[in-house]
């Protein structure tokens, strides 16, 4: 079949290398791609926001399937755009409704979801700019550290944990009466901070069956030791060392099922993944946060564990046949380190020159950031490359993906030298 990827970055090009695997898949256009994509697919200049240029890519290139790479298509309704319009309902979309998508597009719905369904999550209130003042009172019963999130997409920037009580409540007039994330923090979540170690749990479903591909944990963090300003993410580990079987049990019991089962409560079209965002709180997991995509970069570790053929996945997903499917997992680690550009998550350059490409071996490089100048790659980001690699261990994963950054070079760039620190 001929298939239509959406997105540009790390995540997509993943995507991209596991379903060239695949014996369905003839042919593969990404909109817009990057250098990475370019090199085994065919990218479209394309953006995939602009639904009606979509249509006419669909079908001037006689797509059979599109797979939404990330979130901003999805809460724009790209999905239902396909189902509303006679030329397009036919061809599957992988990923949610519009209100599917709401799960990531506004933490309100997703805490309210969350607490119907009875889904381990933290305490929390949401406020607008009218109710600034309860907001700040409401900060008052809360102890140190203290949660704030932007209610809307903010590009992986919108939340801020404080640990100064006035801080906080700056922050929140900041966000609301001064907009300071846009649109994105006309309404903002307060929630308790919950004190554990992060996960990534991935889900695969067709609306009514699901799978679980493995776990992820990824560093968002700028700076080793996890400080500093959030980023996209700075690398990922699979699987998680601490995620064992009662753990990964109570998440499946507590956590994905009741996640499925409420998106058919409320007969919510969702065919696609569910990131969860999770916390292990003394071996108890809770929820931090829904995504309708997957994660980027724990993309770059989760797909090339997966034996099985995706684009198989995806057309059961599209007939509601995921129960007919048996997920095959290497047993082996895989991680992915993140070379960003020098001044990321803050103001960058980009169009610096790459070099060292060619050299790396026994790893895969995954561009994230990056496009075609006269013929050579050069940065176009603030991340640029995930360099991702096998091993028994993590620990010998990870040691690998070192040894090939130390062979490449670009003006400024810049890495984690700690990931999976906290693993050991």
């Known amino acids: 079949?001929?298939?239509?990827?959406?997105?540009?970055?790390?995540?997509?090009?993943?995507?991209?290398?596991?379903?060239?695997?695949?014996?369905?898949?003839?042919?593969?256009?990404?909109?817009?791609?990057?250098?990475g994509t370019s090199q085994i697919a065919t990218n479209i200049e394309l953006n995939p926001n602009d639904f009606e240029a979509i249509k006419k890519a669909v079908i001037e290139k006689e797509i059979n399937m599109v797979v939404v790479g990330p979130e901003d298509p999805l809460v724009n309704g790209i999905y239902d755009f396909f189902q509303n319009d006679e030329e397009l309902n036919q061809i599957p979309v992988i990923g949610p409704s519009?209100?599917?998508?709401?799960?990531?597009?506004?933490?309100?719905?997703?805490?309210?979801?969350?607490?119907?369904?009875?889904?381990?999550?933290?305490?929390?209130?949401?406020?607008?700019?009218?109710?600034?003042?309860n907001g700040c009172k409401f900060l008052e019963?809360?102890?140190?550290?203290?949660?704030?999130?932007?209610?809307?997409l903010a590009a992986g920037k919108g939340v801020l944990i404080l640990n100064d009580l006035e801080e906080a409540k700056a922050e929140l007039r900041s966000m609301l009466v001064d907009a300071k994330f846009g649109n994105a923090s006309s309404k903002v979540v307060i929630e308790e901070f919950l004190d554990g170690i992060e996960l990534s749990c991935f889900v695969l479903t067709d609306g009514k069956n699901y799978k679980v591909l493995p776990t992820a944990k990824d560093y968002k963090r700028i700076g080793e030791g996890d400080i500093g300003l959030n980023t996209g993410g700075m690398g990922a580990v699979s699987p998680v060392p601490f995620a064992d079987a009662v753990l990964l049990e109570k998440i499946e019991t507590r956590i994905v099922k009741p996640t499925i089962q409420g998106l058919q409560n409320e007969n919510i079209?969702?065919?696609?993944?569910?990131?969860?965002?999770?916390?292990?709180?003394?071996?108890?997991?809770?929820?931090?946060?829904?995504?309708?995509?997957?994660?980027d970069p724990e993309t770059e570790v989760v797909m090339p564990r997966l034996k099985s053929d995706l684009v198989e996945i995806f057309d059961a997903i599209a007939k509601q046949e995921l129960d007919k499917i048996t997920l095959e997992i290497d047993e082996r680690s895989a991680t992915t380190i993140m070379v960003v550009s020098g001044g990321y998550p803050e103001d960058y350059e980009k169009g610096k020159e790459i070099s060292g490409l060619e050299t790396i071996e026994d790893s895969l490089v995954f561009h994230a950031g990056t496009k075609?100048?006269?013929?050579?790659?050069?940065?176009?980001?603030?991340?640029?490359?995930?360099?991702t690699s096998y091993g028994n261990s993590f620990d010998e994963a990870i040691k690998?993906?070192?040894?090939?950054?130390?062979?490449?070079?670009?003006?400024?760039?810049?890495?984690?030298?700690?990931?999976?620190?906290?693993?050991?």
Not at 3 to 15: F, K, P, V
Not at 18 to 29: D, F
Not at 112 to 120: M, Q, R, T
């Open 1 to 35: 079949m001929n298939i239509l990827l959406l997105g540009s970055g790390g995540r997509e090009h993943a995507l991209a290398w596991k379903m060239l695997q695949s014996n369905k898949c003839q042919n593969l256009y990404i909109a817009p791609g990057n250098a």
């Open 98 to 133: 519009k209100v599917g998508a709401q799960l990531e597009g506004s933490k309100e719905f997703a805490k309210e979801f969350l607490v119907k369904n009875n889904i381990p999550t933290a305490r929390y209130e949401s406020f607008t700019a009218e109710t600034v003042e």
């Open 141 to 152: 019963t809360l102890e140190s550290p203290y949660v704030l999130k932007a209610d809307g």
């Open 269 to 295: 079209d969702y065919k696609g993944f569910v990131f969860i965002g999770l916390i292990n709180v003394k071996g108890e997991p809770m929820v931090i946060e829904y995504n309708v995509r997957m994660g």
């Open 372 to 387: 075609l100048e006269n013929g050579k790659v050069v940065s176009n980001g603030g991340r640029v490359l995930a360099i």
């Open 400 to 424: 690998k993906s070192y040894q090939n950054i130390n062979k490449l070079h670009f003006d400024k760039m810049n890495y984690r030298k700690d990931i999976g620190f906290d693993l050991t």
